[in-house]
């Protein structure tokens, strides 16, 4: 919307999501299955790469399914990482007022 945000806050969400290592991936799983994420960031620079988080399901419990237009494979997340980067875009995001 064109307002300011947090440099520091920016970085390190990107530094997150660069530096990104997943606890597993999904056997037998195709990432166009999942379909209604609970988060999601876009980035856009030379290119647009997305990343998108689900919720927990029961197999690994504590984990979160997430996939990434960088990997084929839909993967597993700790929810520790998962938190993380949650916390970073929300830091980032301003609310927008009801109508």
Same mark, same amino acid.
């Given at each position: @919307?064109?307002?300011?945000? @947090?440099?520091?806050? /920016?970085?390190?969400? !990107?530094? =997150? =999501?660069?530096? =990104? %290592?997943?606890?597993?991936? &999904?056997?037998? %799983?195709?990432?166009?299955?999942?379909?209604?994420?609970?988060?999601?960031? /876009?980035?856009? +620079?030379?290119?647009?790469?997305?990343?998108? &988080?689900?919720?927990?399901?029961? #197999?690994?419990?504590?984990?979160?399914?997430?996939?990434?237009?960088? /990997?084929? @494979?839909?993967?597993? =997340?700790?929810?520790? !990482?998962? +938190? @993380? !980067?949650?916390?970073?875009?929300?830091? !980032?995001?301003?609310?927008?007022?009801? #109508?």
């Amino acid at each position: @919307d064109g307002g300011k945000v @947090d440099e520091t806050e /920016v970085n390190r969400l !990107i530094s =997150l =999501l660069s530096d =990104l %290592r997943c606890r597993a991936f &999904m056997e037998g %799983r195709k990432k166009e299955a999942f379909t209604r994420p609970e988060f999601t960031v /876009v980035l856009k +620079g030379t290119g647009t790469h997305t990343f998108s &988080m689900f919720k927990k399901s029961g #197999k690994k419990t504590g984990d979160v399914p997430a996939v990434s237009s960088r /990997v084929e @494979d839909p993967f597993y =997340l700790s929810a520790g !990482i998962a +938190g @993380d !980067i949650t916390k970073s875009a929300e830091k !980032i995001l301003v609310p927008r007022p009801k #109508k």
